[in-house]
């Protein structure tokens, strides 16, 4: 029974991928839509009964569906795993995945390829889904590059605009630098210990005889992948890029699924990672390093969808910040909150351009708080939550990885702190710039605003609460999340209770936040400050606004010599190789042409011929002896 329910919880979205793709353009785009959100709701209900299970007995459900691959003394099935860990990912992943595909029926109605769009949604959560439940590294590679592909197909899907296509282009083979990393890392792991289960593995390695020095190429390549996947420094410029697709792809893979894929693979494999402590350094300062240059980015950016996916970027450094110090349930806390309130927030920025007719500058905006009181509430729950404003869901998680960086490493605290006071400051920055003073755009749009459509609000309040209560699961003293997960995650850090010692870090932490959001009200309320157009933008400012030229960077130095290259073996290469393979042709035919008028026919000849090559045989064996 439970592994019929599996299969149906795995393939109810892949049954709406099929269902869209052969009928969804016969059907209405309300149908269409219809079932594309029923197939995710049912695989979020049977998460839900798996989960109750579990929290009942404890007992993790493992489910071998066939023999996969057996070589020699490398044997692996295709599994199926669903613990602690993967069924809390299920649940924000599905639940969360159900809300924006209902958004969307709304958000996506007048797009012609409404059918497509739900077909891409549907197939992307499938292969979540996979990537979260497989038993062994090879399932979740599946799901792993599944996700890189219909991050592709999403991002892109307004395929007629160039700069959309060349968007979803740098997303998918930014995704394959850090795939090489994994999958490197899996034969790694598959030479060690011939096979690739996450329950063998930890099990080898718990007699701990293995070569540390292996032990830690296989980790560094595994965060390899993780950085591609989760952006990180430096694979971190394609999820900005990502805006290009509509926005709930925005919402769907920077809250809920495809950048939390390199946090989830890392957290499965604590057991590795925890033998390698030179390697979580790494992580902790890549991580760190990442929520700084993120969340400086973030400062002046002025597309609304750009903000909140350099937030994302700088959130990801955080969780992974609390991983490399060996904090996997404080990550795993952070990744749960994210979701809700950045889900709400891409959800709501929709919503705002949605109202606007496709505007997403915040300096053609402002004044929008009356017009959309849903809409900003709910954005404005969310924003508290991502500052870390007590008592919303953010300021439990951050806190405690603030906390955590405290005890292991202040150079790390301070950077993340000045992350966190940047994070303030620039979520307060969108509200001000996108909802309060006057309406800066256009007298029609002026004319035409209103609030969005209730497919569209009923998700934004139901992720607002999430995002304000969220952080009930894991309270000091309450801390069910840790519990809950004990089972497959062994943590180096004592937990916190509340302390004087707490009290004043947690005081630290939320006066940065506020810190953040005075200066921001300074700024933009009461100086009534706008942002400037591109270019009256100078000095340093330009250089941050201009995201440091990375990507300029990367154009110099990979994409412009591969280009040439390219040109290179196209313009000169390529037809130099052709005339000498052409030459050999021209050559052969020129011996035939020549061959052909010794063929006359004549017996006479023929017969001459045969006796001058009998001589030279003969003359040649004689002069041989």
């Keep these: 029974m439970d592994k019929t329910l599996a299969l149906v919880l795995l393939l109810s ?8 793709v052969f009928f969804g353009k016969k059907v209405s785009k309300g149908i269409s839509g219809a079932i594309g959100t029923i197939t995710v709701l049912v695989s979020f209900l049977l998460s839900i009964c798996f989960f109750a299970q579990l929290n009942q007995n404890g007992k993790p459900f493992e489910i071998s569906l066939f023999d996969w691959i057996s070589v020699h003394n490398f044997k692996l099935d295709f599994g199926l795993l669903l613990d602690q860990l993967s069924l809390l990912w299920l649940l924000f992943v599905t639940g969360i995945g159900s809300l924006i595909h209902l958004y969307s029926i709304s958000y996506m109605h007048d797009d012609e390829n409404m059918h497509k769009f739900f077909a891409y949604l549907n197939l992307f959560v499938f292969f979540m889904i996979t990537l979260v439940i497989g038993s062994n590294l ?27 296509n060349d968007a979803a ?52 390549a595994l965060f390899i992948g993780a950085c591609g996947k989760s952006a990180q420094l430096p694979l971190y410029t394609w999820l900005p890029d990502a805006m290009a697709g509509p926005t709930p792809v925005s919402a769907l893979i920077h809250a809920a699924t495809m950048v939390t894929a390199g946090i989830f693979m890392v957290t499965r494999m604590n057991f590795l990672f925890d033998l390698t402590p030179y390697i979580q350094n790494i992580i902790a300062i890549v991580g760190a390093a990442t929520a700084l240059v993120a969340a400086s980015i973030g400062l002046l ?17 955080l969780m992974f910040l609390a991983l490399g110090l060996g904090a996997y349930n404080v990550a795993v806390f952070h990744v749960i909150t994210h979701a809700f309130f950045k889900a709400c927030l891409f959800l709501g920025s929709g919503s705002v351009i949605h109202g606007l007719h496709g505007e997403q500058d915040m300096r053609k905006m402002g004044g929008l708080r009356k017009a959309m009181p849903i809409t900003f509430w709910t954005m404005m729950i969310s924003t508290l939550a991502i500052a870390g404003i007590f008592p919303f869901a953010g300021f439990w998680s951050k806190d405690e990885i603030l906390m955590v960086a405290f005890e292991h490493n202040k150079v790390l605290w301070v950077v993340a702190s000045i992350a966190s006071i940047m994070t303030a400051f620039y ?13 800066r755009g256009t007298e029609e749009q002026k004319h035409h605003l ?13 992720l607002a609460v999430l995002a304000a209560i969220g952080g009930a699961i894991n309270l000091p003293g309450n801390t069910w999340l840790n519990y809950f997960l004990e089972p497959v995650l062994v943590t ?15 005081g630290i932490a939320l006066a940065g936040a506020v810190f953040g959001i005075l200066w921001a009200y300074s700024k933009y309320i009461k100086q009534a400050f706008v942002p400037k157009e591109d270019a009256e933008i100078v000095g340093f400012s330009k250089t941050i606004y201009n995201k440091y030229y990375v990507d300029e960077f990367y154009t110099f130095l990979i994409v412009r010599p591969l280009n040439s290259l390219s040109n290179f073996f196209r313009t000169t290469l390529e037809p130099a190789l052709g005339k000498v393979v052409f030459s050999f042709g021209t050559v052969a035919n020129g011996i035939g042409t020549q061959g052909k008028k010794l063929q006359t026919g004549s017996v006479g000849l023929y017969l001459f011929a045969f006796v001058i090559g009998i001589g030279a045989i003969i003359t040649y064996l004689f002069i041989a002896k």
């Design 13 to 20: 979205p892949f049954a709406g991928f099929l269902f869209n």
């Design 427 to 439: 979520m307060f920055r969108l509200m001000y710039l996108t909802f309060f003073k006057d309406f």
């Design 169 to 220: 282009k740098k997303a998918f083979i930014m995704n394959r630098i850090g795939d090489l990393g994994f999958l490197i890392g899996i034969f790694i792991l598959g030479m060690m210990f011939s096979t690739l289960n996450f329950v063998e593995m930890k099990q080898a390695l718990s007699a701990g005889n293995e070569n540390t020095l292996i032990l830690g190429a296989a980790a560094l």
């Design 492 to 506: 180096k850090h004592e937990e916190h209770t509340l302390g004087a010692h707490e009290y004043m870090l947690m």
């Design 450 to 462: 209103h609030e969005s459509p209730s497919l569209i609000t009923i998700p934004l309040v139901i």
């Design 301 to 317: 950016q002025n597309d609304i969808k750009k903000v909140l996916a350099y937030s994302t970027v700088s959130q990801l450094g």
């Design 138 to 164: 090879l399932v979740m590679f599946i799901g792993w590059e599944g996700v890189g592909l219909c991050s592709y197909l999403l991002i892109g899907f307004w395929y007629k605009n160039q700069s959309y």
